[in-house]
């Protein structure tokens, strides 16, 4: 790079305070670099397959979300959500990142102003023999200031605004993910309960049948065979609680490190579980669907790319630095503040990039394909959103339309059961039938349990999928 330097020393010194001013304004005068922003267009449906009435979509990432976790009306759960923000590590390191990027956009502002600098120095020197020893003392503040001719100082500003903006939206992201693994890792605890509330009844009823088998073989009424199949059916019935019991523990150490504590020091008891699922309100507008956090975070990046291109493209131009010192010397301290013993300077500097092989072109085709590509990914995570709820909205219909037949099918099940038992204990069937019948009552009730969580864990699913809630702030 070849630097090109203005000779001061050609301008009489009492004409030098009124060329920087002047070269200042003119400066200040220049003009920004960065392309115009645009949110970019990204394919929005006017409504949701899977749901009729919803209304068009528009920007409203703003908007307050609540405690969404409290539709669910679960006590427990609604105490292990509020400390969250407190306690996920998550949540902290997204906190300190947001923190980061806004003492970012503090550094990069501090750019558009002077800087000043206040600097000082004593020295000593002598030699020997009878040579005197000098003194030489300096003091001097000086200040300079590179002013933002093409806008690179202020799209690195704007640049790191939307940066900080897109942090802000990383860290409601964090908490959303945070919470809703919370209330999915809940749930999934408390069909757990039931699953094992569920083996525990069977268990018992196995060891019964056990029983009256044991009896029936010993008095020659009942095959070997039947009291084999009676203790198989409940070793498995056993088998199953233990798999059913560690899963409980896995959630439960899970839920700990999501509130950022130690599995150890950390446990749930047992509980009535709430089976409350909040309905899908289908007049809510699709505008919730542009509150979701990583939406705002894949926007703001956009906007963060397209300040990279005037920051690229203002090497193309030349940089200017204004300096000014006021200072004295002497060979005294009290000398300092003599005005026969002042210095002063005032200076301009350029430098031009007069040829680096086509760095700079390269450098700005970089920004631009940096910001072709967050468009891109702005466009995917848009469409996997509204892909996201249609999802959840398909499968809170069929979750909805399975529980039904499932309570049926449990019923007649159990029916079955109960219907063979008599019957074995009358000599009517055999044992064979007896273990089919129990066989199938228990898939039935553990898949009536099974539906009943998935409705709970589709409904938060469906509320991340939204952005954290349906609650729409009412008109003032």
Known sequence: MKQVKPMLSAIPARHLPSLVVA??????????VSPAYEVPVAAAPQT?????????????????????????????????????????????????AYEQARALVREQRASLFPSVKLTGSGARSGGGGEQQ????????????????????????????????????????AARLSAQGELATNYFSLRQSDAQIALLNA?????????????????????????LLQAQTQLANAQIDLSSQTRARAQLEHAIAILLGKAPSDFSLAVAPWTLSVPEVPLGVPSTLLQRRPDIAAAERRVAVANEQIGIARSAYYPSLNLTAS?????????????????????????????????ATTASVDAAKAGHAAAVARYRQTVLSAFGAVEDQLSATRALAEQLA????????????????????????????????????????????????????TTAVALIQSLGGGWQVPQAQ
């Open 23 to 32: 070269t200042a304004c003119l400066l200040l005068a220049g003009c920004a």
């Open 48 to 96: 949701f397959k899977e749901a009729a009435g919803w209304l068009a979509a528009a920007p409203a990432d703003t908007l307050e979300r609540g405690p969404w976790w409290t539709l669910f009306g679960d006590a427990q759960l609604n105490q292990l959500a509020d400390s969250i923000d407190i306690s996920n590590q998550n949540v902290a390191q997204a906190l300190a």
């Open 133 to 172: 020893a000098n003194n030489n003392y300096k003091g001097a503040i000086g200040a300079s200031w590179e002013p933002d001719i093409w806008g690179r100082l202020r799209a690195g500003v704007t640049g790191a605004d939307a940066s900080a903006s897109a942090s802000a939206a990383d860290l409601a």
């Open 202 to 226: 069977t268990i018992a009823g196995y060891k019964r049948v056990l029983d009256i088998t044991t009896n029936r073989f010993n008095s020659g009424i009942a095959a070997k065979s039947d």
């Open 326 to 358: 006021y200072g004295a010397g002497a060979s005294r301290v009290a000398d300092l503040f003599n005005a026969s013993s002042s210095l002063w300077s005032l200076g301009v500097s350029a430098a031009q990039t007069l040829f680096n092989a086509g």
């Open 405 to 456: 037949l499932r309570q049926q099918a449990s019923s007649a099940a159990d029916q079955v059961e109960q219907q063979m038992l008599n019957r074995y204990n009358a000599g009517q069937v055999g044992y064979t039938d007896v273990v089919s019948a129990q066989v199938t009552a228990l898939s039935a009730r553990r898949s009536l349990v099974q539906v009943q969580a998935d409705r709970q």
